[in-house]
């Protein structure tokens, strides 16, 4: 059992590149509501009650002017920026490089203010209340350094209708914990089948495929461990200008070295996301029929 009550943990320091626009600080909901608004409304009713938003400095002023009045009194907010120097140990940037180094490394620079265990999740992609649930349950009664836990998706829930989406790929052994999450970076949907690219073939995937959306249960030892593997990733890829350092696949490697267990969670719950500008329309009216089956309030902070 953990006495200390679970942070929230909200990836939002990315360029949307494919969605051409900042999907973090975009109007969704009824009520002008952005997705991760959705998120932090599940997270406080499972029993969050801290969010730790990641962002770039850039636009803190910004995304401070969205999020403060809807949020004071609600939960406490902390806030981290993500720069492409951090953690670099006095290696020079690469010219030309302007894409931030990824999600883990978006975790990296949360590395001073984690002192309790947390979910970590996308800020565009709505998750769901059962998975904030499952993973509040979790980080209370089970989590530990070493034991952490995926929230897996069935792939067919998670694709796009207007492009190739990238989605981790789940492996689990007999007993639920993960053997491995593969990042596969070309999955699109063709006649109600899914498949992924993979040298230039087209390989067909089981619908049913658990999938990693990027939420993830752990204690901050997880992200103390992968300091070591940021030194690794950048002596074999910091010349390539465009690579990250991505949760799913840090995972993987704690697996593979014997670092740590990682349990599969299996939630019920729907997702929905942006990754594309004509996904937009797609998630309002989603949102707008749960609001109107009474799921939410038509105005989530009234």
Known sequence: MNNLNPSLVILAAGM????????????????????MEYSIFDAIKAGFDKVVFIIREEFAESFKAVMEPKLQGKVKTEYVYQSLDQFRNGRALPVGRVKPYGTQHALLCCKDVL?????????????????????????TEAVQDGKYACLGYQLKNTLSEHGAVTRGEIKVDEVGYITGITERKEIFKRDGKAFRVSEGDELEMDLL??????????????????????????????????SEFLI???????????????????????????????????????????????EYPKNLWA
């Open 16 to 35: 949307a590149s494919r969605y051409g626009g900042a999907k973090q600080t975009e109007s969704f909901g009824p009520s002008g509501e952005t997705i």
């Open 115 to 139: 002192d309790a265990p947390f979910a970590v999740i996308n800020a565009d992609d709505f998750y769901g209340f059962d998975a904030f649930k499952k993973a509040y349950e979790f980080l």
């Open 209 to 242: 495929t658990p999938v990693s959306m990027n939420f993830f249960c752990f204690t901050p030892s997880f992200v103390r461990w992968s300091e070591g593997e940021y030194d690794k990733f950048l002596d074999q890829h910091d010349g390539d200008l465009k």
């Open 248 to 294: 799913p696949e840090v995972v993987d490697k704690l697996i593979g070295a014997g670092e740590g267990v990682v349990s599969l969670v299996k939630t019920e719950a729907r997702w929905f996301g942006v990754t594309f500008k004509e996904d937009a329309e797609i998630v309002r009216a989603e949102l707008e029929q749960l609001t109107s089956g009474g």
